[in-house]
Structure formats: structure tokens, C-alpha cells
């Protein structure tokens, strides 16, 4: 019951509820961005398999700048991260955008996170499975290890919470969540300002 209505309802009216308490601070962060990002926007729009790996749009708020190298290259990701978006990366809430995702049920509030759609056909048939539920933003590879973490034992983690998803791990995912925004704890994997890439092996 909880997995196919009472979680989308849930969502649905905590994410409408949250959008209206959060609009003068999104407003205050999008107006900095504005201003720190050199040009580059306020948010990162991106294309993302979701359920059933359906591709949807995931909004992010934008933490780097479009700076490139003389042949036109996008510098690689820690010369165009920012401070500002270095702390907002930090905090998490790059990702409070996404509640508008979760209103139009792209996603959820718990699940397995939205990867990019070239690893669509890296994935095993079980770590497809992934797929399944609604991708989330946040979830139980986030709470244990977020971006320090291989991606084999993250895919691990991901197909886990598909077979177990339940009313009081969603709650206990989010609570330990918010004290790990708090900790600061698994932003990047070590020596890389977000995470390596996925290969299909790693």
C-alpha cells in the first residue's frame, strides 16, 4: 500500500508544502548564484533516467561556473566549482530544486539517486533494478557513504532499498540524512570535487 500510493501521496503534499516555506531563501541562493556564477545560470538542468529509465529534466542549482580552456573545453570540475557553490554543494542544497521534480513525480524524496543515462547500458540486470522505484533525492547509498563509496557497493545499496522500501526507511533515510548534511560527511570521493565516473566496473 505504502509503496505504490501512500508514498507518491506523501511526496506530494510534504514536497508543494516545503516549496512554499523554502521560497524566500530559494529566491535568496538563486540571486547569489546569479551573481557568483559569471554567467553560467542559476540551475543545472540535465537529463536523467527515472523510473522504468524513463528520461526526465532533474533541477539543480548550478555550484560551477562555463569557464573553458583556450580550445574551448569546459575546465575540469574543482577550477570551476566556486566557494559559494562549494558550500552549497556542501550543505545540499543544490539539491532543494528537485522538490519541484518531486511535485511533478520525477522523483521522490527517497530513492535510489538519478545517474546520468550513459550508464544505462553499463549496468548489469541487477543493478538495473535500480530503476524500479522512483529515483530520490536523497537515499540509502547517500546515508551510507554518499560519494565515498565504490559504485558497486552504491548500486549494492540502491537495489537493497528496492526490495525494502517501507514507511520507516524512508523516515529513518531522511533523518539520518539531515545529520549528515549537518556533519558534512561523503560530499566527494577523496581527491575529486564530486565523484569518478562510472565505468562499468568500478
Keep these: 500500500m505504502y509503496r505504490n500510493?501512500?508514498?507518491?501521496?506523501?511526496?506530494l503534499i510534504c514536497a508543494f508544502c516545503l516549496?512554499?516555506?523554502?521560497i524566500p531563501f530559494l529566491l535568496c541562493v538563486s540571486l547569489i548564484l546569479l551573481l557568483v556564477n559569471r554567467g553560467a545560470g542559476i540551475f543545472f538542468i540535465q537529463k536523467r533516467?527515472?523510473?522504468?529509465a524513463k528520461i526526465f529534466d532533474v533541477i539543480k542549482f548550478k555550484t560551477m561556473t562555463d569557464e573553458?580552456?583556450?580550445?574551448?573545453?569546459l575546465l575540469p570540475d574543482d577550477k570551476r566549482l566556486t566557494r559559494?557553490?562549494?558550500?552549497?554543494?556542501s550543505l545540499s542544497i543544490d539539491e532543494l530544486p528537485q522538490l519541484i521534480n518531486v511535485l511533478k513525480g520525477d522523483m521522490a524524496f527517497v530513492g535510489p539517486r538519478p545517474l546520468l543515462p550513459k550508464y544505462l547500458p553499463l549496468y548489469s540486470e541487477e543493478q538495473?533494478?535500480?530503476?524500479e522505484v522512483r529515483p530520490g533525492i536523497t537515499g540509502w547509498a547517500q546515508i551510507n557513504g554518499r560519494n565515498n563509496i565504490s559504485w558497486t557497493k552504491k548500486f549494492e545499496y540502491d537495489?537493497?532499498?528496492v526490495d525494502h522500501v517501507s514507511f520507516w526507511l524512508d523516515l529513518k533515510i531522511l533523518f539520518l540524512t539531515v545529520k549528515k548534511v549537518f556533519v558534512r560527511e561523503g560530499i566527494s570521493k577523496e581527491g575529486e570535487a564530486t565523484t569518478i565516473p562510472f565505468d562499468g566496473t568500478n
Design 5 to 11: 500510493l501512500g508514498k507518491r501521496l506523501i511526496d
Design 19 to 22: 516549496l512554499l516555506i523554502f
Design 49 to 52: 533516467p527515472g523510473k522504468d
Design 68 to 73: 573553458r580552456d583556450k580550445e574551448g573545453k
Design 84 to 89: 559559494v557553490g562549494r558550500v552549497v554543494r
Design 128 to 131: 538495473f533494478r535500480r530503476h
Design 159 to 161: 537495489v537493497w532499498y
